[in-house]
């Protein structure tokens, strides 16, 4: 069986990693202050050297984060379900088996947007397969409960990509009864994940199964999406009214201006003048790192969504990959 956490004690981890994610979360917010201060006054040292002195400072914490996240090695997530085909403490095959497979394809549909951008076609990589690979550990009464669990697969630089697609998967389903919410987390995910969300809402309908997913993060925050008929019913609305109008993959010259490592954001300043801002993809941070503050030559998905009940249209950017930028290609 996969434990959670190996070689440590779990409260203790999680102690530990509250903290320093609050600490991280306090610089993250300095940073972007003097982020700011920087793009108002580009000549001033002091205001760069502070810049650096906070990155260095941020370097020191993710190291002891690291630390700590090498002790972690599976991410358990409990699912419960009810109705008429989970009574009695059991389940018919057939629907287990649904909603099995229409919950992986989500996740991994998820992992991948995050991988590598929201704009993909054409099948999951098989790495983000083998990586978001959830295993069925235990059942239990509850009327019907099931232990799922991934393995966390922490990297040196304390980055887990079944973490961090967890994470975004309840994004998703928290937004997913809002159009203002559903928006923003569409423009972020793709269509394909929003079509996995609709089918296993739509099989939950269809049977009247209540369905009750819960996760608890590294540093001990809980993650609950409940779901019944009618719940199921809103979500299924709300996906259908939020339209991909365009989506389609760009390359950008700028600086990089702006850089959250906690929050994977970017700000690029365009040669034209405008501010592109939007996440990065998984696996990003050292090139986000190297190329701070400095001119760059950007990929990223523009993808355009459309709430077709308000008539809204957003569009949202995903930096897939970036490089410094090369003056010969002038």
Do not use: C
């Not at 984060?65 to 972690?72: F, M, N, Q, Y």
């Not at 059942?139 to 669990?149: E, K, L, V």
């Not at 389903?173 to 079509?195: K, N, P």
């Not at 019944?228 to 950008?252: H, L, P, Q, Y």
């Amino acid at each position: 069986m996969l434990e959670v956490w190996t070689g440590i004690d779990p409260v203790i981890a999680e102690a530990r990693l509250r903290g320093l994610r609050r600490r991280l979360a306090e610089l993250d917010q300095a940073l972007v202050d003097q982020q700011a201060l920087a793009r108002e006054n580009p000549n001033s040292f002091g205001i760069a050297l502070s810049g650096e002195s906070l990155r260095s400072i941020e370097a020191a914490l993710r190291l002891e984060l690291v630390d700590v996240l090498r002790h972690r090695q599976a991410e358990k997530v409990s699912i419960v379900l009810d109705g008429p085909s989970f009574a009695q403490h059991s389940a018919k095959l057939a629907d287990l088996g649904v909603i099995f497979t229409r919950l992986q394809k989500l996740f991994s549909s998820v992992a991948q947007a995050i991988t590598t951008g929201p704009t993909t076609r054409g099948p999951i990589r098989a790495d983000v397969m083998a990586h978001t690979a959830m295993r069925l550990q235990a059942t239990y009464a509850s009327s019907f409960g099931m232990n799922i669990a991934v393995p966390s697969n922490y990297n040196l630089l304390g980055e887990s990509l079944p973490s961090e697609a967890l994470g975004q998967l309840f994004q998703l389903l928290s937004a997913a009864q809002s159009d203002t919410h559903l928006m923003r987390v569409s423009g972020e995910v793709g269509r394909r994940s929003l079509v996995h969300l609709r089918q296993l809402a739509r099989h939950l309908q269809d049977n009247d199964a209540k369905m009750n997913v819960n996760w608890k993060d590294f540093a001990g925050t809980q993650y609950h999406w409940a779901v019944d008929r009618i719940s199921a019913e809103k979500i299924i609305f709300t996906i259908d009214n939020i339209k991909e109008t365009r989506s389609e993959t760009k390359r950008f010259d700028g600086f990089l201006v702006g850089a959250s490592l906690l929050r994977s954001r970017f700000e690029i300043l365009l040669d034209s003048g405008g501010v592109l801002e939007g996440k990065f993809v998984n696996g990003l941070v050292s090139k986000v790192q190297e190329t701070f503050g400095k001119q760059v030559t950007a990929v990223m998905d523009e993808t355009e969504v459309l709430d077709g009940i308000s008539g809204e249209s957003r569009t949202f950017y995903t930096l897939k990959g970036i490089d410094l930028f090369d003056v010969n290609t002038i």
